[in-house]
């Protein structure tokens, strides 16, 4: 069964650091974009990183630049985003995500995983 399984979320104070994993199994990735989403307590879901498998060509959104990383180890098969410098309004349940291959929409999910960033 193809799927992205999340983990590394939790509890931590403004200005602290986080890095979420995101395990992918079950198929090759290696023509995939993997994607961050996030999304608040009242909220819409919200995009927030995304990097190609193949190339390595990243895209964030403006209020996560220069402060969070998402990066891919091949040999894990596993895609990360590294939080820094977190805020209370980074506080939401961050998914994983991937396109099919050489595609452009987000069809495969992860279960989500809590972050919680007290002030």
């Known amino acids: 069964q193809v799927q992205l399984v999340e983990s590394g979320g939790g509890l931590v104070q403004a200005g602290g650091s986080l890095r979420l994993s995101c395990a992918a199994s079950?198929?090759?990735?290696?023509?995939?974009?993997m994607g961050w989403f996030r999304q608040a307590p009242g909220k819409e879901r919200e995009f927030v990183a995304r990097r190609n498998w193949r190339d390595s060509m990243t895209y964030y959104v403006d209020s996560v630049k220069g402060r969070f990383t998402i990066s891919i180890d091949n040999a894990k098969n596993t895609v990360y985003l590294q939080m820094n410098n977190l805020k209370p309004e980074d506080t939401a349940v961050y998914y994983c995500a991937a396109t099919a291959a050489y595609g452009s929409g987000y069809f495969l999910w992860g279960q989500g995983t809590q972050v919680t960033v007290s002030s």
């Open positions: 079950g198929g090759s990735f290696s023509s995939r974009t």
